[in-house]
């Protein structure tokens, strides 16, 4: 159980365009999700906290207008990386906190090379 | 000063060894602690959670946490080349707040 589920695994897309990743709790409600970006060889760096029907919780120094969070359901959290160039290249993981006796679960993460 | 020190290896042990990773952390409001293995290029999984202090074990794994000395460590028994992975600690004063990660140690099991 208290799975996340994360798509799509990689994506390349071209300078300028935006890329849209979906997270999903498949079998609990996830009132928040949390996005995290991370470097090789480098730990997760949170960038947002996501909560269902309000708005999301950016991180210092994380561009808002740039990576867009939508939680409109107890089930999904999408976010979405606007106009992106090549610095955003990154690997993006969700994670989600299922019910207290569980433990935070985390999505397999999204590959993104902006070209 | 980090609020969560990890030693960040690589730490390279034989096949079979007994391997012990630990955390140090500032923040004593911290009380739930969460042991996670990443292999490269994947979503982190959660392998061991444990709420205040004590033990837990897990099959090969053990979780103890000592807030007394703000404290976290994990066993690993019977190592095999198939943990090598990279290790991350986690915690967070209340359960559903943003957890605070450790740097990460990268074990390497060798046969």
């Known amino acids: 159980g208290a799975v996340v589920s994360q798509h799509p695994s990689w994506v390349i897309c071209k300078s300028g365009t935006s890329v849209k990743i979906e997270c999903r709790s498949l079998d609990f409600q996830a009132t928040t999700m949390f996005w995290y970006r991370q470097f090789p060889k480098q730990s997760l760096m949170l960038m947002a906290t996501s909560n269902e029907g309000s708005k999301a919780t950016y991180e210092q120094g994380v561009e808002k207008d740039k990576f867009l969070i939508n939680h409109a359901s107890l089930t999904l959290s999408t976010l979405t990386v606007t106009s992106a160039h090549p610095e955003d290249s990154s690997f993006y993981i969700c994670?989600?906190?299922?019910?207290?006796?569980?433990?935070?679960?985390f999505g397999s993460g999204t590959r993104l090379t902006v070209v | 000063q980090k609020e969560v020190e990890q030693d960040p290896g690589p730490l390279s042990v034989p096949e079979g060894a007994i391997v012990s990773l630990n955390c140090t952390y500032s923040n004593s409001a911290f009380q739930y602690f969460m042991w996670y293995r990443q292999y490269s290029r994947k979503g982190p999984e959660l392998l061991m959670y444990t709420y205040s202090s004590g033990n837990k074990e897990d099959g090969r794994f053990t979780a103890q946490v000592d807030k007394s000395s703000k404290y976290i460590s994990l066993f690993i028994r019977d190592s095999q080349p198939s943990d090598s992975a990279t290790y991350l600690c986690?915690?967070?004063?209340?359960?559903?707040?943003?957890?605070?990660f450790g740097a990460g140690t990268i074990l390497r099991v060798k046969s």
């Open positions: 986690a915690m967070t004063p209340e359960y559903g707040n943003k957890l605070v």
């Open positions: 994670s989600a906190s299922p019910v207290r006796t569980y433990g935070y679960t």
